[in-house]
């Protein structure tokens, strides 16, 4: 089968390919910032009815059961959504790293109208989540429904999904290299650069069309006035061990919170909702600071307006109340409500600095931040992105150190706690629950598609001849790139560690072929392990 394949055909596609995604990377962008845009305005107005129906309840005894059973015909409409697309559950980021890895073809318009409706009506209800995950899965589908509209093929709709995640981001945060930092690392999981130039204009693009419409501030402002002295710098790497800790309870609870979700055999999964539509109703009269993504909560806490027994309060109950929050498999994203968390932490950590080490008030919004950038590396395990998120949120790269030195310690720590990343634990739980038949499959296409990984130092590849290793099924090396030089290789060609090999597959073994390469790839501490 590989003779028949059009070896030179498809490497010159992949070339014109680099200019082209560039004009559709842009048209993705608008499409992935008007759905933004317009979710952001939608979640504005869903959050203002909250209030206004929670205020007319609270004034008038007599409608708090007409509010309770408002909420409850909110979730039984949650319910039927999830049951007419089932992909709308949680953030939409798992479904989104499926969908690249192959694992499902979700209907791109059913899920951006199913996840516009099911997320409005959570907000309505008051239930911790937020628009991020939700505007990654968007622009995802943004991307998606653009290739089948215009009939691309399976490789170039690939780089398309990354793009809209990427552009859904950006617009959700108004920080543009975060989102391509999160479409590569977390969604994409690789780097090259044709995926990096088309990600970063439609982030761009994306990012123009949100701030035409809100203006230039990111979505989270937390003012940061001064730095920490240096003397005091091994606070920090303390700080990032405790974060790191935090990070690792936090996906231990999603597990735990999910197990006892299954527990419940009574309530079908798309009813779970119901229970924290009901918390939240129960909450909206005595802390109706904790309901919705936690964005007043951040603005009140980085203002100094909340005491420090006040944050212990919030922290715990916006812990508790998200996590059922995330467990239900409400529509909705984690992302913002995470970050709201992490911020809490900080601010728990930062004033006890400043009651028993007597550090400068000022100095808590740097530990707010600095928080924020570490939970995120701890929880999602994206790094890069934590700490380019960060400097725009702040709107500054002057506190990198102080970043990187929190950042590290919170990665070494969760990595020796063991802890899987967040969104790759729930998209095996995903997996695990869907039937065979709800899996991708698309057995007997004609349709190939290409595969690009770098070898990794001390892989089973480095040092290796063409000829000499056992490649999976139904795939082919047809180029490699070295030291920005790309060749044809044959039988004899050696190859080495960094190359960047290009090979081309069956669409239908795109999941195997894929899985068998990163194992091949992997770089080694020890060539001999």
Not at 332 to 354: D, E, K, N
Not at 453 to 472: H, K, M, N, Q, Y
Request: hydrophobic share 50%; net charge negative.
């Amino acid at each position: 089968m590989k003779n028949q394949w059009d070896v030179k055909g498809i490497l010159e596609k992949r070339q014109n390919l680099r200019y082209i995604l560039v004009g559709e990377a842009a048209l993705v962008g608008l499409a992935a910032g008007l759905v933004a845009v317009a979710y952001r305005f939608a979640m504005a107005w869903s959050f203002n009815l909250h209030a206004y129906i929670l205020d007319a309840a609270d004034d008038r005894t007599g409608l708090v059961f007409a509010f309770f059973g408002f909420l409850l015909v909110l979730a039984l409409a949650v319910s039927v959504l999830m049951k007419w697309e089932p992909f709308i559950t949680g953030s939409g980021i798992p479904q989104v790293e499926g969908e690249l890895k192959g694992y499902f073809d979700m209907p791109w318009w059913r899920v951006i109208v199913g996840k516009l409706a099911g997320s409005l009506l959570c907000i309505i209800g008051g239930l911790s989540l937020g628009r991020e995950g939700p505007s990654v899965q968007l622009g995802a589908m943004s991307g998606k429904g653009y290739s089948r509209v215009m009939g691309r093929g399976n490789m170039e709709e690939r780089y398309l999904i990354t793009c809209g995640a990427s552009a859904g981001l950006a617009a959700a945060f108004n920080c543009p290299l975060a989102g391509v930092m999160f479409a590569l690392e977390e969604v994409h999981k690789s780097y090259s650069v044709i995926i990096l130039f088309s990600a970063m204009t439609a982030a761009v693009v994306a990012d123009f069309v949100s701030k035409l419409f809100f203006g230039m501030s990111p979505v989270f402002h937390i003012p940061v006035t001064q730095a920490l002295p240096l003397k005091d710098y091994w606070i920090l790497l303390l700080f990032g061990i405790i974060i790191g800790l935090a990070g690792a309870f936090f996906n231990k609870s999603m597990a735990v919170t999910g197990k006892i979700y299954d527990r419940l055999t009574f309530i079908a999964p798309r009813f779970r909702p119901m229970i924290p539509f009901l918390v939240a109703g129960a909450l909206g009269f005595v802390l109706p600071q904790v309901l919705g993504d936690g964005h007043l909560m951040l603005d009140a806490l980085s203002a100094g307006e909340v005491g420090f027994q006040m944050v212990c309060l919030l922290l715990v109950v916006k812990f508790l109340f998200s996590m059922m929050s995330f467990g239900s498999g409400a529509p909705g994203g984690s992302l913002a409500p995470m970050l709201v968390i992490g911020a809490y932490i900080g601010g728990f950590c930062g004033q006890l600095a400043v009651i028993g080490l007597g550090m400068d008030p000022g100095l808590v919004n740097n530990f707010i931040i600095l928080a924020m950038a570490g939970f995120f590396t701890a929880v999602v395990r994206a790094p890069l992105t934590a700490i380019v998120l960060a400097s725009e949120l702040t709107g500054s790269f002057s506190h990198m150190i102080s970043l990187a030195l929190v950042v590290i310690a919170a990665e070494i720590t969760i990595q020796f706690m063991g802890s899987e990343p967040l969104y790759d634990a729930l998209l095996k739980k995903i997996l695990a629950k869907n039937a065979p038949e709800d899996i991708q499959e698309e057995e007997g296409s004609d349709e190939k598609t290409i595969i690009v990984r770098t070898v990794g130092s001390g892989s089973v590849l480095d040092g290796s001849a063409i000829s000499e290793i056992l490649w999976p099924e139904s795939c082919l090396v047809v180029g490699i790139i070295r030291e920005d030089h790309e060749f044809i290789p044959n039988g004899s060609t050696v190859v080495q560690a960094r190359d960047r090999l290009t090979l081309i597959a069956d669409a239908d073994h795109f999941r195997e072929v894929k899985g068998a390469l990163i194992r091949l790839c992997e770089e080694r501490l020890n060539a001999d392990e």
